[in-house]
Structures are given as structure tokens and as C-alpha cells.
């Protein structure tokens, strides 16, 4: 007989509208609900475990970070300048660094702009892997040591 429930049948649910249905099917309705929970539980978790600090930049080292990511230079330094291949970035400005030739050089802005538009000219002691040629104008150069002035170290 159609819609009767067998009452033997552990398989068969009831619907509030007086259908059976199997455990199947309402196990089959559930699936979407129970991967748009996962997504979205997914996406808190890793915005949670994210071990990148969020920055409070101004409005030039904002435009620096722009330039700083448009032109690879996170692929050497970190996306915040937490280092990598490159020499560490954050915290940088203002101290001391050890460059190739065995001086002490002050990492102000004027040796910041230098450092990214004539990358050779004072290689930081220690690091073998010579930073590539840019395209950057002094202008884009010195936002980019703005942005890097605002690192801080994480």
C-alpha cells in the first residue's frame, strides 16, 4: 500500500506532511547544508589561524604595499616583510645593518629608496642572493620605504 509505513523498517523517517520517506533521500537533502557549513566554519578557521598581522598602513605605505606586491618583492621578503630569501623588512627602518662590504649603514629612507632602485650597491652582509633589477621611479621607491618604515616586526 503506498505512503504505509512498515513499522519493522528502521530506514524509513517521517515527514511532517504525512510522507516516508527512506533516510536516504533526507540524507541526500542535507548534503548542501552541510557543505555550505563546512565552507564557511573553513574559511573562520583559517581567517583565525592566519599567522600574518593585519597592518595599519597610511595612505602612501598602503600604495607602497600595492607597489611592494605588484613587483614580486613579498616573494623574497614576505608578504610582510617577515623575510625569506631576502633579508627581513620589518623593523628594519632606523637601525643598523650589516652590509657585504663590512660597514654599518643607518636603514633610513634614503637607504631604503637607494636599496630598491640600485639593489647592488649595498648588499645586506649575509645574503648571497642578489635582489633582481625594477622598473620602480624614485617616486614608487620611496612609498615603498614608507611601507617598509611601517613595518613592524611580528
Not at 595599519?56 to 614580486?72: C, F, H, I, M, Q
Not at 635582489?131 to 613592524?152: H, K, R
Request: some cysteine.
Amino acid at each position: 500500500m503506498p505512503g504505509a509505513r512498515d513499522k519493522k523498517d528502521p530506514h524509513q523517517l517521517h515527514k511532517p506532511d504525512g510522507v516516508w520517506l527512506t533516510k536516504g533521500v533526507r540524507t541526500r537533502r542535507m548534503i548542501p547544508l552541510i557543505r555550505m557549513f563546512f565552507v564557511v566554519g573553513s574559511a573562520f578557521a583559517v581567517a583565525a589561524c592566519s599567522s600574518e598581522p593585519v597592518l595599519e598602513l597610511s595612505v602612501g605605505a598602503r600604495e607602497g604595499k600595492t607597489l611592494y606586491d605588484a613587483n614580486g618583492c613579498a616573494s623574497c621578503h614576505g608578504s610582510n616583510g617577515s623575510g625569506g630569501v631576502g633579508p627581513i623588512l620589518a623593523g628594519i627602518a632606523g637601525t643598523n645593518v650589516a652590509v657585504s662590504d663590512g660597514s654599518l649603514v643607518i636603514a633610513d629612507r634614503a637607504y631604503l629608496v637607494e636599496s630598491i632602485l640600485l639593489p647592488q650597491a649595498q648588499l645586506v652582509d649575509g645574503y648571497n642572493i642578489k635582489m633582481p633589477q625594477n622598473q620602480l621611479t624614485a617616486e614608487q621607491a620611496d612609498l615603498v620605504a614608507q611601507f617598509i618604515e611601517e613595518l613592524v616586526i611580528p
